[in-house]
C-alpha cells in the first residue's frame, strides 16, 4: 500500500488550501484515513481523522476551520483548509488503516505567512 499525499504549499494568513491522499495498490477495507501535521522540535498531532462509516474527529485547534472528507470509491481521502493561521504551518502527514495496519505517506509542507 502506498499513500501519496498532494496539495501543500505557501499560502498568506486566512487563506486556504485542500490537501489530498491517494491510496493505492491492496487497499480494500480503508477502515480510517486521516491526517497528521508535524513541526520541528515537537511531536506528530492528528489534525483530523475520517472513518469508513462517515464519522470524523477533528483536533480542538483546527474544528470549524479544516474539513475532512473521503472519497471510498477512489480510497482518496481530502482535507480542506481553511482561515489558516501562521501555527498551521507544518509537516502534514496522511495516513490510513487498511486491515488493521497504519499507513503513512511522506509529508507535504504547508506554510502560511504573516
Known amino acids: 500500500v502506498q499513500l501519496q499525499a498532494s496539495g501543500g504549499g505557501l499560502v498568506q494568513v486566512g487563506g486556504s488550501l485542500r490537501l489530498s491522499c491517494a491510496a493505492s495498490?491492496?487497499?480494500?477495507?480503508?477502515?480510517?484515513m486521516g491526517w497528521y501535521r508535524q513541526t520541528p522540535g515537537k511531536q506528530r498531532e492528528m489534525v483530523a481523522a475520517?472513518?469508513?462509516?462517515?464519522?470524523?474527529d477533528y483536533a480542538n485547534a483546527v474544528r470549524g476551520r479544516f474539513t475532512i472528507s473521503r472519497d471510498n470509491a477512489k480510497n482518496t481521502a481530502y482535507l480542506q483548509m481553511n482561515s489558516l493561521k501562521p501555527e498551521d504551518t507544518a509537516v502534514y502527514y496522511c495516513?490510513?488503516?487498511?486491515?488493521?495496519?497504519?499507513?503513512w505517506g511522506k509529508g507535504t509542507l504547508v506554510t502560511v505567512s504573516s
Open positions: 495498490g491492496p487497499a480494500d477495507n480503508v477502515l480510517v
Open positions: 475520517a472513518a469508513e462509516d462517515g464519522s470524523t
Open positions: 495516513s490510513a488503516v487498511i486491515q488493521g495496519v497504519a499507513y
